[in-house]
Nanobody, 124 residues
Framework: VNLVESGGGLVQAGGSLRLACTSP????????VGWFRRVPGKDREGLIC????????YEADSVKGRFTMTRDKANKTVYLQMNNLRPEDTAVYYC??????????????????WGKGTSVTVSS
């Protein structure tokens, strides 16, 4: 299962970007989905995740109130709307999907499929 991210780029601090994640092969309707990011030299960070049927969700403190994840079932796309971007949001962003249906206690997990990432750079 290939996931494809798009929408990354260069933006000034305070600006917005919307990332998209699509899969030509499968629907996200019956999957847990999530967005992650990685800064070189640091561990991957789970940002926002939602289990199967959106029963359980997780948002990292670093993005609460600024980032929103939505599913577009008609277009088989998962979006990450990023507002009020900060230089520390600069990273490679990845979408992921899986079959996890449980709760998220300490972060995002239970993902089985990953995209290759899209780069976001926020200038000060």
């Amino acid at each position: 299962v290939n996931l494809v991210e798009s929408g990354g780029g260069l933006v000034q601090a305070g600006g917005s970007l919307r990332l998209a994640c699509t899969s030509p092969a499968v629907s996200f309707d019956d999957k847990a989905v999530g967005w992650f990011r990685r800064v070189p030299g640091k561990d991957r960070e789970g940002l926002i995740c939602s289990s199967i049927s959106d029963k359980n969700t997780y948002e990292a403190d670093s993005v609460k109130g600024r980032f929103t994840m939505t599913r577009d079932k008609a277009n088989k796309t998962v979006y990450l709307q990023m507002n009020n971007l900060r230089p520390e949001d600069t990273a490679v962003y990845y979408c992921a999907a899986g079959y996890y249906a449980g709760s998220y206690y300490t972060g995002c997990y239970g993902m089985d499929y990953w995209g290759k990432g899209t780069s976001v750079t926020v200038s000060s």
